[in-house]
């Protein structure tokens, strides 16, 4: 098995899910709380790597990260250096294309939480960021574990958006997927069995994870509230 690859698998997936705790909590509390009509349309926006093929995402990625896109450019300004084919061009595609399975399940724990006990802090006079942090997340973390969960094993299994974004640069930006591929390629049937059945393990344990945590939170939430 090709271990540079999977061990830069697992870095791209762990530093995914933690950049998406970050971007998309709050992202995920305001679709959760707001009351404005056209949050459908940032919904939509935040679904559509589901839906969207990942070699398209590639395409638009690559093109907003080069040297002429608008994040390429600025990036390039400040850093001096480029972002495509590099680890990092590797963490922004792989965030935006797993961004709806932690920014998903990071809002239905949120509406899961009881407004009345947010409302009650509020009247004792804890900060909203007070509330957030002593109610509202010890009450969510299931279901905000679970996204993290998610989004970790999708970023495993990625191939169209990495490939487009990254390519195939040994210890660089070639992950288990194209090594995988590429082993494929090589009519090493065996080296891509192996790689493969490690993945599959991996994932498995991955979602079983993800479904307790599900199955937990549904528990602490009997009513079914949405």
Request: net charge positive; with cysteine; charged share 10%.
């Amino acid at each position: 098995m090709d271990w540079t690859a999977i061990a830069l698998t697992a870095r791209l997936s762990g530093c995914t899910a933690l950049m998406l705790l970050v971007t998309g909590l709050p992202l995920a509390w305001w679709l959760a709380t707001t009351r404005w009509r056209g949050r459908l349309f940032v919904e939509a926006v935040v679904a559509l790597p589901l839906v969207l093929p990942p070699t398209v995402l590639g395409y638009y990625v690559l093109v907003a990260l080069g040297p002429h896109g608008v994040l390429g450019g600025w990036y390039e300004t400040l850093a001096g250096s480029r972002l495509p084919f590099t680890f990092g061009g590797l963490l922004v595609a792989s965030s935006l294309y797993s961004l709806p399975f932690a920014v998903q399940p990071f809002t239905a724990a949120f509406r899961a939480v009881d407004p009345r006990l947010v409302e009650a802090s509020r009247s004792l006079g804890a900060s909203p960021w007070h509330t957030f942090r002593r109610i509202v997340v010890p009450l969510a973390w299931p279901g905000l574990l679970a996204g993290m969960v998610l989004s970790f094993a999708h970023t495993l299994g990625e191939f169209g958006v990495v490939l487009m974004v990254g390519g195939n640069i040994p210890g660089v930006t070639r992950t288990v997927s194209i090594a995988i591929y590429d082993q494929v390629q090589g009519l090493d049937y065996a080296g891509a069995g192996r790689t493969s059945l490690f993945l599959l393990v991996v994932s498995f344990l991955v979602l079983s994870l993800t479904y307790a945590l599900q199955r937990n939170l549904r528990l602490g939430n009997p009513a079914g509230r949405d």
